[in-house]
């Protein structure tokens, strides 16, 4: 401090002499004179050292986390265990995540990946053992993971540290050979996946193990892991197909659920006899009354001996539900949401004893807002060393995905004023935006997109590339096919099939589908006083309509005329959407499978957009998508 105060010292006096000297000098103004002569560059100076940044953390068998940098250096931080005994050291803090969906920056809305993994290293301080589990969809759903095909997602969750986790059916987005593949994500994950029901139908055998055994101290464990039959046709169904479009992957669908019951009953009963003293099931079933017999608490009410269920899938949020099994037992069921909207914690209260009959299990959920506000969650050296290599692994792809490539001078939104999701069961302006520039760019008389694919908002002001890469973060590639009037009111049908007369209670969503269709050159009334009488195949897609109709109205633009017309069943018509739902069945739409194809997977999902916007709305986004225009009417 010396030192500094003499340097402001003299500095002071040198332009106190400065000033000084003018005044002095002071007298008539004379001409300017000439400039001087530009003088000579100087030499460029040395290349700066190459910047370090974090690699990795890990706890040592010694409780001391040690840092691994880029260089290949260490450095050991110290104890993360507190000097004292831990406060509840007799019991194990299970911490899980639901559908991250590469959620992994903090906000208002969620805690971020920083924001989790310093509640962990709180937590690690406070019991006597943690282990961390995710319930899929943690790798897919942002532009981090689209760009990378999910491997960031993967390296980001090695950093942190999580234990076991399970598949939801985004985990096959990237496709089956990038997921399982001799060098896939699975390979590259620290993370232990387990799945008891995704079957390889060739060998009869799981692809993961069905459980694995914890144990801690006198006390065991089983994590048995559970992915939705829904996957099937939630993800590619023909990444789970040989090239004659037979399955050789399944997922113990069919037979009103029990194929799903028998399975997981024999995954606990073969835990139990391992000898776990506790069933923890790390389960992507969810509890969307869509997705019935399938949910969570199907699964329960037909079974026994899980001890609690750590739920994902319908991203519900349910901090500790009591859910009665085959007999009559209460097994907990919790859910965190989506996108580290709240950290769930399962504790397990041992007593410090091997008696399990006095132990008794809780569940809660830690909200974002609360990690974010305390210092001993989002300040502490964990979630600091997180955010660090967060930023470094950021920098690696945010110069693309800041490149801009639009405007847009509206706000459009998967959302309604209510900040409930609307896409997947009302008619939407980003639906309109998405559907038209399928229609447009591929020069088809129709365009159709499942309200499931439209992800993220578009902001008024610059539209990125990261931007639309989060609307269609999926990678789908568009196609142009012919397809019948009937197909394409059997389509509507199925979109249709869980549509409600209210989208929402002001809180949730209902009747929400991922299959919805938001369309162009169309229109279309949904009578929800109808009961659907769509029937599907045991594997979710579509087979045929048995009953009345719920779709009425249906009318084609004239695009000579520009007015609207009855759809024709038997007339021919050009459709534009994107593979998964015209060749692939995503979401059970099979009744396009065998249409002429005029133009196969030409453009990827996110460029279809950027070129409508540049190419058809002459680089901004206009006020005619600034709301609903009336093509679907719900009644």
């Given amino acids: 401090m010396k030192g500094l105060a003499k340097k402001a010292a003299a500095i002071a006096l040198a332009a106190l002499t400065a000033t000084s000297m003018a005044v002095m000098l002071a007298g008539c103004a004379g001409a300017d004179g000439a400039d001087g002569a530009d003088g000579t560059d100087g030499a460029d100076g040395a290349d700066g050292a190459d910047g370090i940044s974090v690699e990795s953390v890990a706890i040592n068998e010694n409780g001391e986390l040690i840092v691994t940098f880029s260089d290949g250096t260490t450095q050991n931080a110290g104890s993360v265990y507190p000097a004292e005994q831990a406060s509840d050291e007799d019991s194990i803090a ?7 969906h590469c959620g992994f920056d903090s906000s208002d809305d969620g805690m971020g990946l920083a924001g989790f993994a310093g509640y962990k290293y709180a937590m690690w301080q406070q019991y006597g053992a943690v282990t961390t589990v995710d319930t899929g969809d943690f790798i897919q759903g942002e532009a981090i993971g689209t760009i990378s095909d999910g491997e960031y997602p993967v390296q980001l969750r090695n950093f942190v540290g999580y234990d076991y986790g399970t598949v939801g059916n985004h985990e096959f987005d990237y496709g089956m050979d990038a997921l399982i593949g001799e060098d896939g994500l699975v390979a590259q994950s620290d993370m232990t996946y387990l799945c008891c029901n995704f079957i390889d139908l060739q060998t009869g055998e799981p692809v993961f193990d069905e459980y694995a055994l914890e144990t801690y101290g006198d006390i065991t464990v089983a994590y048995v892991g559970i992915a939705t039959p829904e996957t099937l046709f939630k993800s590619t169904p023909a990444y789970f197909q040989n090239e004659d479009g037979e399955y050789i992957y399944g997922f113990c669908e069919g037979n009103d659920g029990q194929n799903l019951y028998n399975r997981v009953q024999e995954s606990v009963d073969a835990a139990k006899e391992a000898g776990a003293d506790y069933v923890v099931a790390i389960s992507h079933l969810g509890i969307e009354e869509g997705s019935e ?3 969570s608490t199907d699964l329960i009410a037909n079974t026994t001996g899980i001890d609690a269920v750590l739920d994902g899938h319908s991203h519900s949020v349910v901090e500790s539900d009591a859910v009665e099994n085959a007999d ?66 950021e920098v690696q792809y945010q110069s693309l995905l800041n490149e801009v490539v639009g405007k847009s001078s509206v706000d459009l939104s998967v959302s309604g004023d209510d900040g409930v999701r609307l896409v997947r069961n009302r008619e939407t302006a980003i639906g309109n935006f998405c559907a038209d520039a399928y229609r447009a760019v591929m020069g088809a008389d129709i365009g159709l997109v499942n309200g499931g694919g439209i ?39 199925l979109g249709s099939m869980n549509t409600m007369s209210e989208a929402s209670d002001g809180t949730n969503a209902l009747g929400e589908s991922g299959g919805f269709l938001q369309v162009s050159g169309l229109r279309y009334t949904i009578d929800t006083s109808v009961e ?18 719920r779709v009425k109205d249906v009318q084609v633009l004239n695009s000579e005329t520009g007015e609207y017309e ?42 279809v957009l950027i070129n409508y916007i540049n190419d058809y709305l002459g680089g901004v986004i206009g006020s005619q998508y600034s709301a609903t225009e009336g093509r679907i009417t719900v009644e």
């Fill in 293 to 295: 017999p399938y949910r």
């Fill in 94 to 100: 299970v911490l899980f995540t639901n559908d991250v």
């Fill in 566 to 607: 009855d759809i024709d069943p038997e007339a021919t018509y050009t459709v534009a959407s994107h593979n998964y739902m015209l060749k692939q069945g995503g979401d059970g739409y099979t009744m396009f499978g065998g249409c002429n194809i005029l133009l196969d997977e030409t453009l990827i999902d996110n460029q």
């Fill in 328 to 393: 009559g037992e209460e097994v907990l069921l919790s859910s965190t949401g989506t996108k580290f909207a709240n950290a769930g914690k399962l504790v397990i209260d041992t007593n410090g004893t091997s008696d399990t009959s006095d132990d008794e299990l809780t569940t809660e959920l830690i909200s974002a807002e609360e990690v974010n506000a305390d210092p001993d969650y989002s300040g502490n050296v964990m979630a600091y060393l997180t955010e660090l290599y967060l930023n470094s692994v």
């Fill in 532 to 549: 659907s009488t769509v029937e599907l195949a045991d594997d979710g897609s579509f087979m045929s309509v048995a009953g009345e109709r």
């Fill in 455 to 493: 992800r993220a908002d578009i902001p008024e002001g610059d539209v990125t590339y990261g931007d639309v890469i989060n609307v269609h973060p999926y990678g789908n590639m568009a196609c142009l096919v012919e397809a019948t009037g009937q197909q394409i009111l059997d389509a509507l049908e």
